[in-house]
């Protein structure tokens, strides 16, 4: 993933908070590892993720110097209630059709041409479809 100059900060630090879910489900990296991972510099990482460290984003291993996901991330996508409430209204209707059919079913949104799973009800069968809540 290249983050171009023109960039906003914000998108910056969108892929750096990113880069923790796309990269092998891997706990905590260096500034090295995302520099190399985004193709920007290390200085400018570094800065950001200082920057993110300061309101809870990010936090930092003191005893290996590497970054992980913060606990306020947790706390802001616990408040996205939204989502909740469409998941609780199509439940009924994921159980239904999941009984109708016998199938597994999921529901889904589009997100930026991706599929983002946020529901789904598993068919007792032996071919199943592969997929997680939460990712795409």
């Known amino acids: 993933m290249r983050i171009a100059q023109k960039n906003s900060s914000i998108e910056k630090a969108f892929a750096i908070l990113s880069v923790f879910s796309q990269n092998g489900g891997r706990f ?6 995302i520099s190399k991972i ?9 800065r950001f993720l200082r920057s993110m460290e300061k309101v809870g984003v990010i936090e ?6 590497k970054y992980r996901l913060g606990l306020k991330l947790y706390e802001l996508g ?20 999941h009984w109708y059919l016998n199938e597994t079913v999921h529901f889904a949104t589009l997100k930026n041409g991706e599929v983002v799973y ?8 032996n ?3 592969i997929s997680e809540v939460g990712k795409r």
């Open 78 to 97: 616990n408040s996205v209630s939204l989502k909740k409430i469409m998941v609780d209204r199509a439940r009924k209707y994921l159980e239904d059709l």
């Open 118 to 125: 946020l529901d789904k009800i598993i068919a007792d069968r």
């Open 38 to 46: 985004l193709k920007m510099h290390k200085s400018t990482v570094h």
């Open 127 to 129: 071919f199943v479809i």
């Open 28 to 33: 905590e990296l260096g500034v090295g590892e």
């Open 60 to 65: 930092r291993n003191n005893e290996t110097g």
